[in-house]
């Protein structure tokens, strides 16, 4: 099962690589991460979504990361209500003929064209994973040429 994690920790040097090592020393799955300071300068939020298959595994990261001396708190947000993002940014064909189709399905997802020109066009789309992985079902028949996505973000409501 997909859970969302978060960490808060110590803005320092080494800080990411240690815990990306902590999973990687373990064998445990980042599925994705984002990472940026908070309103205070010297502490940066890490929200990871993680593949913990049952629930002694995701014990066993979150004691984990509780262990790390840079590690502040550590929150699994499954199961709790949030708010989640990601952004999403797609080069896809365009064409004359397909224009008034991705015009209606980027309005349809709340998608935004940042840029047409003669072969594609360029997409972004910054929603909830669901809207956005469902966004990706109906732009890739259109071909994606190149599709660039940040982590999931999160905050509890």
Known sequence: MKHTIQALVENRFGVLARISGLFSARGFNIISLAVGETEDPSVSRMT??????????????????????????????????????????FKVNFTKENKKDIDKLAKEFGAKILETKDSYAVIEICSDQHTALNFLKEIKPFGIKELVRTGRIAIIK
Not at 73 to 86: I, N, S, Y
């Open 48 to 89: 990871l979504l993680v593949d913990a298959k049952d629930e002694r595994i995701l014990d066993q990261i979150k004691k984990q990361l509780n262990k790390l001396i840079d590690v502040i708190t550590v929150v699994d947000l499954t199961g709790k209500d949030f708010f989640d993002r990601e952004l999403m940014l």
